[in-house]
T-cell receptor
Framework: NAGVTQTPKFQVLKTGQSMTLQCAQD?????MSWYRQDPGMGLRLIHY???????DQGEVPNGYNVSRSTTEDFPLRLLSAAPSQTSVYFC??????????????FGPGTRLTVT | GQQVMQIPQYQHVQEGEDFTTYCNSS?????IQWYKQRPGGHPVFLIQ???SGEVKKQKRLTFQFGEAKKNSSLHITATQTTDVGTYFC????????????WGAGTKLIIKP
């Protein structure tokens, strides 16, 4: 099993450009999520999905879109990049339990710089 | 709004000394999770605590969940270089089973 994979590993964008960060998992997890991590801060949830065709906003969704057409894939789209979106982006997946509690498996991350 | 505070932000120890990080929530948590992130790496799940007053051990790591389920701690006995990294706690958002709120992490640094 590859686990959770993310591409690209590094990306530099100019302000106003758009791009898609890819995330895939091969563990048949229902739940997938995107976080951003900034220095000195914990992870902040951008968007999440509890199954194919279902997405919802997290704590910091502005400027980002997601879709979930299959169980395996959960791409994150930056609509018009801004320097404030410079960050490390992590994709995570997990099983869903009855109480909603879960351990999350993280991808290796994408380091994004917006100039 | 709901907050999870984690202290200290950094802890410098000599190899062999103990390390402790504390996590305090503004609300009662149904459970709390702990993760470790090595430098340049991604968070890796360590443990989940669910019961009030729960204590769990993993070799040199001891995890506690407070009686009121609003605080938690991770204690490492006799640190080793392999323990270097940032330790995060995370708990569920009040109104959602599907969102976690994270502490800012405690970075463990081993003094040369």
């Amino acid at each position: 099993n590859a686990g959770v994979t993310q591409t690209p590993k590094f990306q530099v964008l100019k302000t106003g450009q758009s791009m898609t960060l890819q995330c895939a998992q091969d563990m048949n997890h229902e739940y997938m999520s995107w976080y951003r991590q900034d220095p000195g801060m914990g992870l902040r949830l951008i968007h999440y999905s509890v199954g194919a065709g279902i997405t919802d906003q997290g704590e910091v969704p502005n400027g980002y879109n997601v879709s979930r057409s299959t169980t395996e894939d959960f791409p994150l789209r930056l609509l018009s990049a801004a320097p404030s979106q410079t960050s490390v982006y992590f994709c995570a997946s997990s099983y869903l339990r009855r109480q909603g509690n879960y351990e999350q498996y993280f991808g290796p991350g994408t380091r994004l710089t917006v100039t | 709004g709901q907050q999870v505070m984690q202290i200290p932000q950094y802890q410098h120890v000599q190899e062999g000394e103990d390390f402790t990080t504390y996590c305090n929530s503004s609300t009662t948590l149904s459970n709390i999770q702990w993760y470790k992130q090595r430098p340049g790496g991604h968070p890796v799940f360590l443990i989940q605590l669910v019961k009030s007053g729960e204590v769990k051990k993993q070799k040199r790591l001891t995890f506690q969940f407070g009686e009121a389920k609003k605080n938690s701690s991770l204690h490492i006995t006799a640190t080793q270089t392999t323990d270097v990294g940032t330790y995060f706690c995370a708990g569920p958002f009040m109104d959602s089973n599907y969102q976690l709120i994270w502490g800012a992490g405690t970075k463990l640094i081993i003094k040369p």
